[in-house]
Protein backbone atom coordinates (compact mmCIF):
# COMPACT_ATOMS: atom_id res chain seq x y z
CA UNK A 1 0.00 0.00 0.00
CA UNK A 2 3.18 2.29 0.88
CA UNK A 3 4.11 1.69 -2.35
CA UNK A 4 0.87 2.73 -4.33
CA UNK A 5 0.77 5.97 -1.96
CA UNK A 6 3.70 6.99 -3.04
CA UNK A 7 3.27 6.19 -6.82
CA UNK A 8 -0.03 8.18 -6.32
CA UNK A 9 2.03 11.08 -4.92
CA UNK A 10 4.49 10.84 -7.73
CA UNK A 11 1.69 11.35 -10.46
CA UNK A 12 -0.27 13.75 -9.21
CA UNK A 13 2.59 15.92 -8.23
CA UNK A 14 3.28 15.62 -12.00
CA UNK A 15 0.02 16.92 -13.27
CA UNK A 16 0.89 19.75 -15.49
CA UNK A 17 -0.29 23.36 -14.86
CA UNK A 18 -3.25 23.78 -17.34
CA UNK A 19 -2.52 27.06 -18.72
CA UNK A 20 1.78 27.12 -17.94
CA UNK A 21 1.97 23.36 -18.94
CA UNK A 22 5.90 23.62 -18.60
CA UNK A 23 5.67 23.67 -14.39
CA UNK A 24 3.73 21.32 -12.31
CA UNK A 25 0.79 21.62 -9.81
CA UNK A 26 3.79 20.27 -6.91
CA UNK A 27 6.02 23.17 -8.73
CA UNK A 28 4.09 26.23 -8.33
CA UNK A 29 2.44 24.92 -4.57
CA UNK A 30 -0.95 24.33 -5.52
CA UNK A 31 -1.03 20.87 -4.70
CA UNK A 32 -0.70 21.33 -0.61
CA UNK A 33 -1.55 17.54 0.79
CA UNK A 34 -2.07 13.88 -0.60
CA UNK A 35 -3.45 11.52 1.94
CA UNK A 36 -5.12 8.53 2.78
CA UNK A 37 -7.51 8.77 4.59
CA UNK A 38 -8.90 6.12 7.77
CA UNK A 39 -11.99 5.04 5.07
CA UNK A 40 -9.25 4.44 1.96
CA UNK A 41 -10.76 7.69 0.65
CA UNK A 42 -7.27 9.41 -1.27
CA UNK A 43 -7.80 13.12 0.17
CA UNK A 44 -5.74 15.50 -2.18
CA UNK A 45 -5.70 19.21 -1.10
CA UNK A 46 -5.13 22.11 -3.81
CA UNK A 47 -5.26 25.85 -3.10
CA UNK A 48 -6.18 28.21 -5.90
CA UNK A 49 -3.27 31.05 -7.07
CA UNK A 50 -6.39 33.37 -7.46
CA UNK A 51 -9.60 33.56 -6.00
CA UNK A 52 -10.92 33.35 -9.83
CA UNK A 53 -8.28 31.04 -10.94
CA UNK A 54 -10.24 29.31 -14.17
CA UNK A 55 -7.89 26.44 -14.11
CA UNK A 56 -9.18 24.59 -11.05
CA UNK A 57 -11.45 22.76 -12.89
CA UNK A 58 -9.24 21.51 -15.08
CA UNK A 59 -6.62 20.77 -12.03
CA UNK A 60 -9.21 18.50 -10.31
CA UNK A 61 -10.16 16.77 -13.23
CA UNK A 62 -6.49 16.13 -14.01
CA UNK A 63 -6.15 14.62 -10.33
CA UNK A 64 -8.28 12.47 -10.63
CA UNK A 65 -6.97 11.12 -14.14
CA UNK A 66 -3.64 10.66 -12.63
CA UNK A 67 -4.90 8.76 -9.88
CA UNK A 68 -7.17 6.67 -11.74
CA UNK A 69 -4.00 5.90 -14.30
CA UNK A 70 -2.63 4.80 -11.03
CA UNK A 71 -5.23 2.72 -9.52
CA UNK A 72 -6.24 4.33 -7.54
CA UNK A 73 -9.28 4.03 -5.59
CA UNK A 74 -11.90 6.67 -4.73
CA UNK A 75 -10.37 10.07 -4.13
CA UNK A 76 -11.72 13.55 -3.24
CA UNK A 77 -9.95 16.74 -4.18
CA UNK A 78 -10.21 19.32 -1.61
CA UNK A 79 -9.86 22.56 -2.06
CA UNK A 80 -8.77 25.21 1.04
CA UNK A 81 -8.45 29.13 0.36
CA UNK A 82 -6.19 29.45 3.80
CA UNK A 83 -3.46 29.56 4.18
CA UNK A 84 -3.74 31.63 1.37
CA UNK A 85 -1.13 30.22 -1.60
CA UNK A 86 2.08 33.00 -2.33
CA UNK A 87 4.53 32.76 -4.50
CA UNK A 88 6.98 32.28 -2.61
CA UNK A 89 5.84 28.50 -2.73
CA UNK A 90 6.72 28.18 -5.86
CA UNK A 91 10.32 25.85 -6.04
CA UNK A 92 13.28 26.70 -6.97
CA UNK A 93 12.63 24.15 -9.96
CA UNK A 94 9.58 25.53 -10.81
CA UNK A 95 11.04 29.30 -10.71
CA UNK A 96 14.02 27.80 -13.66
CA UNK A 97 11.12 26.09 -15.63
CA UNK A 98 9.23 28.90 -15.58
CA UNK A 99 12.31 31.13 -16.90
CA UNK A 100 13.23 28.60 -19.35
CA UNK A 101 9.65 28.84 -20.68
CA UNK A 102 9.86 32.83 -21.38
CA UNK A 103 7.68 34.05 -18.03
CA UNK A 104 10.14 35.91 -15.32
CA UNK A 105 9.38 34.15 -11.82
CA UNK A 106 8.78 36.17 -8.91
CA UNK A 107 10.96 38.47 -6.94
CA UNK A 108 11.17 36.50 -3.10
CA UNK A 109 9.72 38.85 -0.76
CA UNK A 110 6.07 39.36 -1.88
CA UNK A 111 5.15 42.86 -0.99
CA UNK A 112 3.19 42.91 2.50
CA UNK A 113 -0.74 42.56 0.92
CA UNK A 114 -2.74 45.71 2.12
CA UNK A 115 0.09 48.17 2.18
CA UNK A 116 0.42 51.23 0.20
CA UNK A 117 2.04 49.61 -2.91
CA UNK A 118 6.09 50.84 -2.38
CA UNK A 119 8.00 50.51 -5.73
CA UNK A 120 10.29 47.09 -6.04
CA UNK A 121 13.53 48.07 -6.15
CA UNK A 122 14.58 45.34 -7.53
CA UNK A 123 14.25 45.17 -11.33
CA UNK A 124 12.75 42.09 -12.90
CA UNK A 125 14.89 40.41 -15.37
CA UNK A 126 14.29 39.89 -19.10
CA UNK A 127 13.98 35.80 -19.28
CA UNK A 128 15.12 35.84 -22.93
CA UNK A 129 18.11 38.04 -22.64
CA UNK A 130 18.43 38.10 -18.94
CA UNK A 131 19.09 42.18 -18.90
CA UNK A 132 18.07 43.65 -15.69
CA UNK A 133 16.49 46.90 -18.08
CA UNK A 134 13.05 46.05 -18.34
CA UNK A 135 10.08 47.73 -18.15
CA UNK A 136 6.11 47.07 -16.46
CA UNK A 137 3.57 47.51 -19.25
CA UNK A 138 0.69 46.63 -16.69
CA UNK A 139 0.42 45.19 -13.68
CA UNK A 140 -2.26 42.41 -15.37
CA UNK A 141 -2.02 40.13 -17.70
CA UNK A 142 -2.61 37.14 -19.70
CA UNK A 143 -3.68 35.26 -17.00
CA UNK A 144 -4.58 36.47 -13.28
CA UNK A 145 -1.06 35.24 -11.68
CA UNK A 146 0.73 37.39 -14.28
CA UNK A 147 1.79 40.90 -15.21
CA UNK A 148 2.91 42.51 -18.43
CA UNK A 149 6.80 43.79 -18.77
CA UNK A 150 8.86 44.52 -21.93
CA UNK A 151 12.85 44.32 -22.25
CA UNK A 152 14.33 47.45 -22.93
CA UNK A 153 17.28 45.81 -24.45
CA UNK A 154 16.36 43.25 -26.19
CA UNK A 155 12.86 44.81 -26.99
CA UNK A 156 10.75 41.84 -27.07
CA UNK A 157 7.68 42.19 -24.54
CA UNK A 158 7.44 39.57 -21.80
CA UNK A 159 5.14 38.08 -18.81
CA UNK A 160 6.14 38.18 -15.29
CA UNK A 161 4.70 35.85 -12.29
CA UNK A 162 3.37 38.49 -9.92
CA UNK A 163 4.98 38.01 -6.84
CA UNK A 164 2.07 37.94 -3.70
CA UNK B 1 -27.36 27.89 15.13
CA UNK B 2 -29.90 31.47 15.58
CA UNK B 3 -26.87 32.80 13.43
CA UNK B 4 -26.92 30.50 10.58
CA UNK B 5 -30.04 32.83 8.60
CA UNK B 6 -27.59 36.06 9.54
CA UNK B 7 -24.25 34.81 8.35
CA UNK B 8 -26.03 33.84 5.15
CA UNK B 9 -27.52 36.74 4.66
CA UNK B 10 -24.11 38.46 5.22
CA UNK B 11 -22.18 35.92 2.89
CA UNK B 12 -24.80 37.24 -0.08
CA UNK B 13 -24.16 41.06 0.28
CA UNK B 14 -20.24 40.29 0.22
CA UNK B 15 -20.99 38.24 -2.91
CA UNK B 16 -23.42 40.05 -4.58
CA UNK B 17 -21.31 43.06 -4.36
CA UNK B 18 -18.54 40.86 -6.06
CA UNK B 19 -20.33 39.46 -8.58
CA UNK B 20 -22.50 42.83 -9.95
CA UNK B 21 -19.13 44.40 -10.14
CA UNK B 22 -17.54 41.95 -12.07
CA UNK B 23 -20.56 42.26 -14.43
CA UNK B 24 -20.22 45.65 -14.95
CA UNK B 25 -16.61 45.60 -15.50
CA UNK B 26 -17.14 42.88 -17.79
CA UNK B 27 -18.51 45.34 -19.99
CA UNK B 28 -15.20 46.88 -20.34
CA UNK B 29 -14.03 44.07 -22.27
CA UNK B 30 -13.11 45.03 -26.15
CA UNK B 31 -14.32 48.62 -25.31
CA UNK B 32 -11.51 50.15 -23.27
CA UNK B 33 -8.83 52.69 -24.02
CA UNK B 34 -6.16 50.50 -24.46
CA UNK B 35 -5.39 46.95 -24.93
CA UNK B 36 -3.64 46.76 -21.29
CA UNK B 37 -6.81 48.34 -20.00
CA UNK B 38 -9.42 45.06 -21.56
CA UNK B 39 -6.93 42.73 -19.83
CA UNK B 40 -6.72 44.70 -16.61
CA UNK B 41 -10.41 45.21 -16.20
CA UNK B 42 -11.03 41.45 -17.15
CA UNK B 43 -8.04 40.49 -14.69
CA UNK B 44 -9.73 42.43 -12.06
CA UNK B 45 -13.29 40.97 -12.94
CA UNK B 46 -12.12 37.80 -12.35
CA UNK B 47 -10.76 38.31 -9.30
CA UNK B 48 -14.09 39.62 -7.96
CA UNK B 49 -16.01 36.58 -9.84
CA UNK B 50 -13.65 33.88 -7.91
CA UNK B 51 -14.40 35.76 -4.26
CA UNK B 52 -18.73 35.85 -5.62
CA UNK B 53 -18.13 32.07 -6.50
CA UNK B 54 -17.01 31.21 -2.68
CA UNK B 55 -19.17 33.51 -0.94
CA UNK B 56 -22.65 32.45 -2.92
CA UNK B 57 -21.41 29.13 -2.55
CA UNK B 58 -21.15 29.30 1.02
CA UNK B 59 -24.34 31.42 1.48
CA UNK B 60 -26.33 28.79 -0.05
CA UNK B 61 -24.75 26.39 1.84
CA UNK B 62 -25.07 28.23 5.41
CA UNK B 63 -28.62 29.27 4.20
CA UNK B 64 -29.38 25.23 3.97
CA UNK B 65 -32.09 25.22 1.19
CA UNK B 66 -30.15 23.40 -1.37
CA UNK B 67 -29.52 26.94 -3.57
CA UNK B 68 -26.36 26.38 -5.18
CA UNK B 69 -23.69 29.35 -6.27
CA UNK B 70 -26.14 29.35 -9.94
CA UNK B 71 -29.17 29.43 -8.43
CA UNK B 72 -28.49 32.48 -6.46
CA UNK B 73 -26.56 34.30 -9.55
CA UNK B 74 -29.44 33.67 -12.15
CA UNK B 75 -32.49 32.93 -10.76
CA UNK B 76 -32.61 35.93 -8.26
CA UNK B 77 -34.16 38.86 -9.15
CA UNK B 78 -33.41 42.54 -8.36
CA UNK B 79 -35.37 42.69 -5.53
CA UNK B 80 -33.50 39.89 -3.98
CA UNK B 81 -30.35 41.42 -4.42
CA UNK B 82 -28.16 42.74 -1.59
CA UNK B 83 -25.29 44.24 -3.32
CA UNK B 84 -24.50 47.83 -2.78
CA UNK B 85 -25.75 50.84 -5.66
CA UNK B 86 -22.16 52.07 -6.38
CA UNK B 87 -21.37 48.50 -7.90
CA UNK B 88 -24.50 48.57 -9.77
CA UNK B 89 -23.73 52.25 -11.13
CA UNK B 90 -23.56 52.31 -15.19
CA UNK B 91 -19.57 52.39 -16.12
CA UNK B 92 -19.84 56.02 -17.67
CA UNK B 93 -16.57 56.85 -19.32
CA UNK B 94 -12.91 55.36 -18.03
CA UNK B 95 -12.90 58.21 -15.63
CA UNK B 96 -15.86 57.27 -13.96
CA UNK B 97 -15.35 53.81 -13.59
CA UNK B 98 -12.00 54.79 -12.33
CA UNK B 99 -13.66 56.88 -10.25
CA UNK B 100 -15.81 53.97 -9.21
CA UNK B 101 -12.93 51.39 -8.85
CA UNK B 102 -10.88 53.95 -6.61
CA UNK B 103 -13.75 54.20 -4.35
CA UNK B 104 -14.78 50.60 -4.14
CA UNK B 105 -11.59 48.67 -3.56
CA UNK B 106 -10.54 51.13 -1.33
CA UNK B 107 -13.74 50.41 0.88
CA UNK B 108 -13.54 46.44 -0.27
CA UNK B 109 -9.71 46.37 1.12
CA UNK B 110 -10.28 47.70 4.34
CA UNK B 111 -13.35 45.42 4.58
CA UNK B 112 -11.85 42.83 4.01
CA UNK B 113 -8.18 43.04 6.01
CA UNK B 114 -10.70 43.94 8.97
CA UNK B 115 -12.82 40.23 7.98
CA UNK B 116 -9.42 38.18 7.48
CA UNK B 117 -9.68 38.23 11.88
CA UNK B 118 -13.72 36.89 11.46
CA UNK B 119 -14.19 33.80 13.33
CA UNK B 120 -16.12 32.40 10.69
CA UNK B 121 -13.16 30.48 8.72
CA UNK B 122 -14.58 30.43 5.19
CA UNK B 123 -15.30 34.10 5.67
CA UNK B 124 -11.86 34.81 6.56
CA UNK B 125 -10.25 32.48 4.24
CA UNK B 126 -11.98 34.29 1.46
CA UNK B 127 -10.65 37.67 3.09
CA UNK B 128 -7.49 36.47 3.34
CA UNK B 129 -6.79 35.72 -0.26
CA UNK B 130 -9.01 38.95 -1.46
CA UNK B 131 -6.78 41.23 0.51
CA UNK B 132 -3.65 40.32 -1.92
CA UNK B 133 -6.08 40.49 -5.40
CA UNK B 134 -7.43 43.82 -3.80
CA UNK B 135 -4.51 45.45 -3.26
CA UNK B 136 -3.51 44.97 -6.76
CA UNK B 137 -7.36 46.46 -7.67
CA UNK B 138 -6.82 49.68 -5.45
CA UNK B 139 -2.91 50.52 -7.45
CA UNK B 140 -4.14 50.05 -10.80
CA UNK B 141 -7.16 52.69 -9.62
CA UNK B 142 -4.81 55.01 -7.88
CA UNK B 143 -2.05 55.20 -10.74
CA UNK B 144 -5.62 55.99 -13.32
CA UNK B 145 -7.08 58.66 -11.18
CA UNK B 146 -3.62 60.59 -10.82
CA UNK B 147 -2.79 59.87 -14.03
CA UNK B 148 -6.24 61.32 -15.38
CA UNK B 149 -6.59 63.71 -12.30
CA UNK B 150 -3.24 65.35 -12.57
CA UNK B 151 -2.70 64.64 -16.37
CA UNK B 152 -4.30 67.43 -19.23
CA UNK B 153 -7.49 69.61 -19.03
CA UNK B 154 -9.84 67.43 -20.78
CA UNK B 155 -8.63 64.11 -18.19
CA UNK B 156 -9.07 66.30 -15.21
CA UNK B 157 -12.16 67.61 -16.27
CA UNK B 158 -13.86 64.05 -16.47
CA UNK B 159 -11.72 62.42 -13.97
CA UNK B 160 -13.65 65.23 -11.76
CA UNK B 161 -16.96 64.59 -13.42
CA UNK B 162 -16.24 60.80 -12.35
CA UNK B 163 -15.60 61.33 -8.60
CA UNK B 164 -18.55 63.89 -8.76
CA UNK B 165 -20.87 61.00 -10.42
CA UNK B 166 -20.32 58.55 -7.60
CA UNK B 167 -19.59 60.13 -4.47
CA UNK B 168 -23.19 60.20 -3.67
CA UNK B 169 -22.85 56.37 -3.55
CA UNK B 170 -19.98 56.23 -0.73
CA UNK B 171 -22.05 56.39 1.95
CA UNK B 172 -23.95 53.47 1.44
CA UNK B 173 -20.67 51.34 2.13
CA UNK B 174 -20.42 52.19 5.37
CA UNK B 175 -23.69 52.09 6.61
CA UNK B 176 -24.17 49.38 9.28
CA UNK B 177 -27.78 47.48 10.17
CA UNK B 178 -28.60 45.33 13.43
CA UNK B 179 -27.74 42.30 11.32
CA UNK B 180 -24.18 43.16 10.77
CA UNK B 181 -23.78 44.53 14.17
CA UNK B 182 -24.93 41.71 15.77
CA UNK B 183 -22.60 39.42 13.61
CA UNK B 184 -19.63 41.93 14.25
CA UNK B 185 -20.81 41.53 17.95
CA UNK B 186 -20.07 37.97 17.76
CA UNK B 187 -16.53 38.58 15.97
CA UNK B 188 -18.27 37.27 12.58
CA UNK B 189 -18.54 39.90 10.43
CA UNK B 190 -17.12 43.53 10.27
CA UNK B 191 -19.27 46.39 11.20
CA UNK B 192 -18.97 48.88 8.05
CA UNK B 193 -19.03 52.23 10.11
CA UNK B 194 -15.32 51.24 11.06
CA UNK B 195 -14.37 50.72 7.93
CA UNK B 196 -14.57 55.16 7.42
CA UNK B 197 -11.53 56.46 9.06
CA UNK B 198 -8.96 54.58 7.01
CA UNK B 199 -10.91 55.08 3.53
CA UNK B 200 -11.23 58.66 3.85
CA UNK B 201 -7.83 58.74 4.45
CA UNK B 202 -6.46 56.90 1.84
CA UNK B 203 -8.76 58.21 -0.63
CA UNK B 204 -8.26 61.76 0.24
CA UNK B 205 -4.04 61.38 0.48
CA UNK B 206 -5.19 60.31 -3.55
CA UNK B 207 -7.54 63.50 -4.50
CA UNK B 208 -5.07 65.91 -2.87
CA UNK B 209 -2.20 63.96 -4.80
CA UNK B 210 -4.51 63.84 -8.07
CA UNK B 211 -5.22 67.93 -7.74
CA UNK B 212 -9.06 66.49 -7.68
CA UNK B 213 -11.42 67.73 -5.38
CA UNK B 214 -13.69 65.88 -2.63
CA UNK B 215 -17.11 66.87 -3.86
CA UNK B 216 -19.82 68.42 -1.59
CA UNK B 217 -22.62 66.46 -3.41
CA UNK B 218 -25.77 64.90 -1.26
CA UNK B 219 -26.21 61.47 -0.16
CA UNK B 220 -28.05 58.79 -2.10
CA UNK B 221 -30.74 57.50 -0.70
CA UNK B 222 -29.05 53.47 -0.27
CA UNK B 223 -31.13 50.29 0.02
CA UNK B 224 -29.22 48.02 -1.21
CA UNK B 225 -28.83 46.03 1.08
CA UNK B 226 -32.85 45.51 1.86
CA UNK B 227 -33.48 44.78 -1.90
CA UNK B 228 -34.36 48.35 -3.36
CA UNK B 229 -32.21 49.27 -6.58
CA UNK B 230 -31.76 50.92 -9.01
CA UNK B 231 -33.38 50.82 -12.79
CA UNK B 232 -29.59 49.70 -13.79
CA UNK B 233 -29.36 46.54 -11.79
CA UNK B 234 -32.47 45.05 -13.78
CA UNK B 235 -30.77 45.72 -17.20
CA UNK B 236 -27.14 43.78 -15.89
CA UNK B 237 -29.95 41.23 -14.61
CA UNK B 238 -31.24 40.76 -17.60
CA UNK B 239 -27.70 41.07 -20.15
CA UNK B 240 -26.06 38.30 -17.11
CA UNK B 241 -29.42 35.77 -16.60
CA UNK B 242 -30.56 35.89 -20.13
CA UNK B 243 -29.05 32.63 -21.05
CA UNK B 244 -29.32 30.73 -17.80
CA UNK B 245 -32.94 31.45 -17.76
CA UNK B 246 -33.33 30.45 -21.54
CA UNK B 247 -32.01 27.43 -20.82
CA UNK B 248 -32.08 26.56 -17.49
CA UNK B 249 -29.61 24.36 -16.25
CA UNK B 250 -27.87 23.19 -19.34
CA UNK B 251 -24.71 22.13 -19.10
CA UNK B 252 -21.84 21.90 -21.89
Known amino acids: MMTDLALIRDAVARVADPEIPVVSIA ?22 TYSG ?21 EVEVRTVLSPPWTTDWITDDGRRKLREFGIAPP ?47 CLEPFDYFKAI | MTEQPALASYALRLGDDALILSQRLSEWISRAPQLEEDVAMANIALDLLGQ ?6 YAGEVEGM ?22 ELENGDFAQTIARQLAFSSYQLEMYLALRRSR ?42 GIERVWPYV ?51 GGGRQGLHTEQLGYLLGEMQYLARSHPYSRW
Request: proline share 5%.
Open chain 2, 171 to 221: DEMFRSDPLEQALAADGLAVDARELRPGWDEYVGAVLRQATLTRPQTRTAP
Open chain 2, 52 to 57: ARTLLT
Open chain 1, 53 to 73: CPAMDAIRSDIADACERCGAG
Open chain 1, 107 to 153: GRSAAAPGRRAVPLALSVRCPRCGSPDTRQLSEFGSTACKALHACNA
Open chain 2, 120 to 161: DETLAGVAGKAVKEVTYHRDHATQWTLRLGDGTEESRRRMQA
Open chain 1, 27 to 48: DLGILRDISLGADGVLQVTITP
Open chain 2, 66 to 87: GRSEDDLAYFRDDRQYRNLHMV
